[in-house]
């Protein structure tokens, strides 16, 4: 190959692994001077926790609060998704599964990572790791359990494989105790792990 025998090429100091190369990389950056690792920090927080999750949030408290909205949701997730103004990378072909008393729901992408960034942010850690993506299908219970996920014995699980056709949002159960709160209130119940199925909503008064 006509770069062999380029050994002080810059990419042959990095890994091969996507994630191994992305830590290599932000070391070279931070060790030059040129990213500041507490700036960078932040912004993953916030597109991690805050910006692409809050747009799920918001879909699942219209969902809560717009029985119309919900049942348009559930027949098609992408369009009706785009009526909030959220569409994008990765996020053009949605399916919205509801968790409900008889059947809770969790999604994992067992041959890849593929998640809907423009609904909920940054992929975690976890969910692209080799053991969520063998375990999830294998023993969802157990998964869930770590994750403190408490199901009932009579409640079933179904895993849903994401692709790179279809990407799925979980729809958490409404936390009881909730009836008279506004949709915005509501939001700050919904996390990212819940979109996922990996938690439940956070019952009101328990968010930080």
Known sequence: MPHDHHDDHPHSLLPSDPELRARALESILV??????????????????NKIGPRNGAQVVARAWTDPDYKKRLLENGTDTIAELGFQGRQSEHMVAVENTPEQHNMVVCTLCSCY????????????????????????????????????????????????????????????DGTEGMTEEQLTDLVSRNSMIGTALATPPGDQP
């Open 116 to 175: 809907p960034w423009a609904i909920l942010g940054i992929p975690p850690a976890w969910y692209k790791s080799d053991a969520y993506r063998s375990r999830a299908v294998r023993e969802p219970r157990a998964v869930l359990d770590e994750f403190g996920v408490k199901l009932l014995p009579t409640q079933k699980v179904r895993v849903w494989d994401s692709s790179a056709e279809v990407r799925y949002l979980v729809i958490p159960m409404r936390p």
């Open 31 to 48: 060790e030059k001077g040129l990213v500041d690792p507490a700036s960078l920090n932040a912004l993953i927080d916030t597109y991690e």
